[in-house]
């Protein structure tokens, strides 16, 4: 957020930074998290799903870290540059203030729009005194450990958990004492340093400022591109640039996270690797870059989503970045976690799933590239005409749902109303383009699963439509999802009893809501979680569409209020301190910052245009 921050000492939780005190920084290929304390505690190479280098998060004492900070320090505050992923943070002593400015590095006259690669593979720290003197600490702690010995004017890092890696470290001050080091500066003094792996630069003369006036330039340069007219527009245009910097900019994935295992909540063992692209994101970041100007991310994904199916032989919930399988999930029993949320996990065990959603999501996918101009060749269209039948065939069956149980599963009625929007939406290309296909049965199914959303699966007693299709069960947050895939309309009577039970019986407090109750819908996994952020703003979409503005306004508002002092989200929410959760920051959260508000300016532009005439 642009509003000058204010000072705070930094803080720790079980010898941990709480989430709200990190800032993400990122280059198109992998993301870092600076702490208010100097420290990056989070950083993978050379890619976000690579082994990390540094990540201290998930183990205070022996993850890592690289720290850049003055001893003594007794308040601190963060900051963004406006409109680009530089991020600043100041540092008080009893006798100075230094001033220290973070970014992955871009190459000169990078242009964000462009979907080729951007980044240096440098991690760029200036570390200058504003006032006073002070002893600044620089400390690289790779995991693992390093060896460090003198080249190319600066120190060549050998990491032992990273050999296939070419570390080197540059400073305009000596690096004498190898990987820690110590200077003793006054107001005017300047630190640069710069991180490189597997480049050449480490060649090139070393300028910190410059590279980061070139990586400011280039970010300024893409928001040149925001369109945006509502509430909250600090919010939304903080929260475009996150989703960029969770962006695989090379292939046009997006990470759903870029990191893994925090955990949702601290002390629990719902602790999940976020690192790959979920095909379910596709459509909602989609709908939210397009509506603010970014047609070219928009269409970069919804390619990314059409290559990696056609090149899989069946469609899978996620990828990795490159499109590629998910690795298997394993735990790394080497690290405590989070606040000693243990276990960690690598790679993601949903990856194989039945999760039958998958199939209006690639097709609402293909739907959205060919109405944006996008050629649908035969062979793919075979290929999605398939997958059509195969939600035909399916719908009816169980799976394990948007919510990724891991137990034997049940027919979710989301489930059944994304197949609902397969047939829905292969009918419309197939009509629209002229294509092959058996309209009439495709569009017969799909009013019959409509047909089923609303009367089968509605429950008299409890007034609402129920989140299983094969009998009693309880409310689920993802039916507040309905009326966005346009299966029923927000307006619907039902719809709207819906929104209401979702409201109350699954309400977590001002606004927050469960994704489900653990004791009607068990999930097979122990222990309960927080409140998820993205289905707070399904209930604003929900309120927007009924027409109570004022109300999907305020939760809104209460909504962007809960991000941290640099504006970003994680998953979830702990209903009980209102910490920030779960992997950080969470994609899909900053996705319903911009949906949303789109949704209401909207909203409030036809109300206003409807008086007027």
């Known amino acids: 957020m642009d509003v000058e921050p204010r000072f705070r000492p930094p803080r720790r939780r079980d010898g941990y930074p709480p989430l709200e005190d990190l800032g993400l920084i990122g280059d198109g290929a992998t993301a870092a998290l600076v702490g208010l304390d100097g420290g990056v505690h989070w950083l993978c190479v050379p890619g976000f799903d690579a082994e990390p280098l540094f990540c201290g998060l998930l183990d205070a004492a022996g993850g890592g870290r690289f720290g850049v900070a003055p001893a003594g320090v007794v308040e601190a505050r963060q900051r963004y540059q406006s409109d680009t992923g530089v991020l600043v ?160 900019w090379a292939d046009g994935s997006v990470a759903a996270a870029p990191t893994s295992s925090l955990p949702a909540p601290v002390g629990g063992v719902r602790n999940w690797d976020y690192r790959y692209s979920w095909i379910r994101d596709a459509a909602f970041a989609v709908f939210a870059l397009r509506r603010i100007g970014f047609g070219e991310e928009a269409d970069a994904f919804l390619g990314w989503v059409l290559d990696a199916f056609e090149q899989s032989r069946e469609p899978r919930i996620m990828y990795t970045l490159a499109g590629g399988p998910v690795p298997d999930e394993r735990i790394d029993a080497a690290l405590g976690g989070y606040r000693g949320s243990a276990p960690v996990r690598w790679g993601n065990g949903a990856a194989d799933q039945r999760q039958h959603d998958v199939y209006g999501e690639i097709l609402d996918c293909a739907d959205q590239w060919s109405l944006a101009g996008g050629h649908v060749e035969p062979g793919l269209w075979s290929r999605l005409a ?118 109350e019986r699954l309400g977590a407090g001002d606004g927050l809501l469960y994704r489900y109750r653990h004791d009607e819908s068990p999930d097979g996994i122990p222990g309960d979680e927080g409140a998820f ?81």
Not at 172 to 192: C, I, K
Request: aromatic share 4%; net charge neutral; hydrophobic share 40%.
């Open 89 to 248: 943070t100041e540092l008080r002593t009893p006798t100075g203030l230094v001033r220290l400015t973070d970014a992955l590095a871009l190459r000169s006259g990078a242009d964000l729009t462009d979907d080729t690669p951007a980044d240096r593979g440098e991690l760029v720290r200036l570390a200058e005194v504003l006032d006073g003197t002070v002893d600044l600490h620089v400390d690289v702690e790779p995991r693992g450990g390093a060896t460090a010995r003198a080249a190319l004017g600066g120190l060549e890092l050998r990491a032992a958990r990273l050999p296939g890696v070419r570390l080197h470290l540059r400073s305009s001050h000596p690096l004498g004492g190898g990987l820690h080091n110590r200077y003793d500066l006054r107001a005017g003094d300047r630190v640069e340093l710069v991180l490189s792996w597997g480049r050449i630069h480490r060649h090139h003369r070393l300028d910190a400022g410059a590279s980061l006036r070139q990586t400011a330039a280039a970010w300024r340069g893409w928001m040149t591109g925001f369109a945006y007219d509502g509430p909250q527009e600090a919010m939304v245009r903080r929260a475009a640039v996150t989703l960029k910097l969770c962006d695989h």
């Open 533 to 613: 952020l993205l289905c707070s703003f399904w209930l604003v979409d929900n309120l927007t569409g009924q027409g109570r503005l004022d109300e999907a306004e305020a939760l809104y508002a209460s909504l962007c209020d809960r991000s941290s002092p640099l504006g970003l989200l994680s998953e979830q929410i702990d209903p009980g301190t209102g910490e920030l959760v779960g992997n950080f920051p969470q994609a899909f959260s900053h996705i319903g910052v911009i949906a949303s508000g789109v949704n209401l300016a909207r909203a409030r532009q036809n109300a206003t245009e409807g008086v007027a005439r």
């Open 386 to 503: 398939d997958l059509a039948e195969g939600a035909a065939r399916t719908w009816r069956r169980p799976d394990q749902g948007l919510w990724e149980v891991r137990n034997e599963g049940r027919v979710f009625t989301y489930s059944a109303a994304m197949c609902q929007v397969a047939l829905d939406r292969a009918a419309g290309m197939a009509e629209r383009l002229g294509l092959p296909g058996p309209v009439g049965q495709w569009r017969s199914t799909a009013a019959e699963i409509r047909r089923a959303i609303v009367e089968d699966a509605w429950d008299e007693r409890a007034q609402t439509i129920g989140e299983h299709l094969d009998g009693p069960g309880g409310v689920d947050a993802s039916l507040l999802a309905l009326p966005l895939r346009h299966v029923i309309p927000a307006g619907h009577p039902r719809m709207v009893a819906t929104t209401r039970a979702v409201a």
